[in-house]
């Protein structure tokens, strides 16, 4: 019945460890995001993926890779994660690029030790 | 956040009227959303509206918008404890990437 699901909600590591983040939306739309919110609540886009197609691609490092196997999966995968990558992750979906109305994913809270 | 500022705190009293405001500086934002963040919980799409409209209400919110001043307001009226959030203003630009551009949010606290 979710519209938007994420998995893990909670994930704690290590630093230097990789570690993937999985996002699934069953409302047919074409768009999918992720973004992240910092500590003081902060949210900001990362990607965004089209019928599997990378369009927004903000100033992120190349440590963390998005992988869209499907207009409906949208996953995150991060490499040697440092403190700072500590924040809850959002997925998102929406109909089309266009953006509009956004559906939004219950977040995964990722803590690096 | 920069580019979207909100109030970060706003506490009132069940059945008082809540207004949340935003200023944001993309002139070329043509839908402008809120945004409900509960504890532990994602976004919850309240409302929204276009740029050719001042207000729009919806039962017991009402959206303000004065385009000129490029700011925006979220009006809930006979707020409830339930109502305690953090609301989030975010307009999206027309020009380039279609994105939201979130606001720092504003934690609503209801007192009983």
């Known amino acids: 019945d979710t519209a938007v699901s994420q998995t893990p909600k909670y994930l704690v590591t290590q630093m230097g460890n990789d570690k993937s983040i999985k996002c699934e939306q069953n409302?047919?739309?074409?768009?999918m995001y992720w973004y992240k919110q910092d500590s003081k609540k902060f949210l900001k886009i990362m990607f965004s993926?089209?019928?599997?197609?990378?369009?927004i691609n903000e100033t992120v490092p190349n440590r963390f890779s998005p992988k869209s196997p499907d207009k409906a999966h949208l996953n995150l995968h991060i490499n040697s994660l440092e403190l700072g990558d500590s924040a809850v992750y959002f997925c998102?979906?929406?109909?089309?690029?266009?953006?509009?109305?956004?559906?939004f994913g219950p977040g995964t809270r990722l803590t690096v030790t | 956040g920069e580019d979207v500022e909100q109030s970060l705190f706003l506490s009132v009293r069940e059945g008082d009227s809540s207004v949340i405001n935003c200023t944001y500086t993309?002139?070329?934002?043509?839908?402008l959303y809120w945004y409900k963040q509960e504890p532990g919980a994602g976004l919850q799409l309240l409302t929204y509206?276009?740029?050719?409209?001042d207000m729009k209400q919806d039962q017991r919110l009402t959206v303000l918008l004065n385009k000129k001043d490029k700011h925006l307001s979220l009006r809930i009226a006979d707020t409830q404890t339930g109502d305690s959030a953090i609301y989030f203003c975010?307009?999206?630009?027309?020009?380039?990437?279609?994105?939201?551009?979130f606001g720092s949010g504003t934690r609503l606290q209801v007192q009983p």
């Open positions: 993309d002139s070329s934002s043509t839908y």
């Open positions: 993926y089209n019928n599997k197609e990378l369009i």
């Open positions: 975010a307009p999206r630009g027309d020009t380039g990437r279609r994105a939201l551009t």
């Open positions: 998102a979906s929406s109909q089309d690029a266009e953006g509009y109305e956004q559906y």
């Open positions: 509206i276009f740029s050719n409209m």
């Open positions: 409302l047919g739309h074409d768009t």
